[in-house]
């Protein structure tokens, strides 16, 4: 990741700390809409922070599938397949299925 790319994701997750306070006197809704708003917030904030979990090199192929349905296991209980983050790991599961199928065939 470029130096820039790192400074603009580490901004937006200043700025999404900064908006949570707002986001909370502002938003309508109930008490767990808004929990589950800042969890949303909370874990974006964790990704753009931390490396990634899942990288094309890390683990073998096996390794990496298992730590990708787990993971779509956890947000297909948080929200449905149309969300964003459900539609990342998807492609990803996908390409990693992709790589193990071409590996059989060959």
Same mark, same amino acid.
């Given at each position: 990741?470029?130096?820039?790319?790192?400074?603009?994701?580490?901004?937006?997750?200043?700025?999404?700390?900064?908006?949570? #306070?707002?986001?909370?006197?502002?938003?309508?809704?109930? /008490?767990? &809409?808004? =929990? =589950?708003?800042?969890? =949303?917030?909370?874990?974006?904030?964790?990704?753009? &922070?931390? #490396?990634?979990?899942?990288? #094309?090199?890390?683990?073998?192929?096996? =390794?990496?599938?298992?730590?990708?349905?787990?993971?779509?296991?956890?947000?297909?209980?948080?929200?449905?397949?149309?969300? #964003? /983050?459900?539609?990342?790991?998807?492609?990803?599961?996908? &390409?990693? &299925?992709?790589?193990?199928?071409? /590996?059989?065939?060959?």
């Amino acid at each position: 990741m470029s130096s820039l790319s790192r400074f603009s994701f580490q901004t937006l997750a200043a700025t999404a700390l900064l908006a949570l #306070p707002a986001c909370s006197i502002q938003a309508s809704g109930s /008490d767990e &809409e808004l =929990d =589950d708003r800042v969890r =949303d917030l909370e874990r974006r904030v964790q990704r753009l &922070e931390s #490396p990634s979990r899942y990288t #094309p090199t890390s683990g073998s192929l096996s =390794d990496q599938r298992a730590r990708l349905q787990a993971e779509l296991r956890d947000l297909r209980r948080l929200y449905t397949d149309r969300h #964003p /983050d459900v539609q990342a790991v998807l492609a990803q599961l996908a &390409e990693v &299925e992709r790589q193990l199928a071409a /590996d059989a065939a060959d």
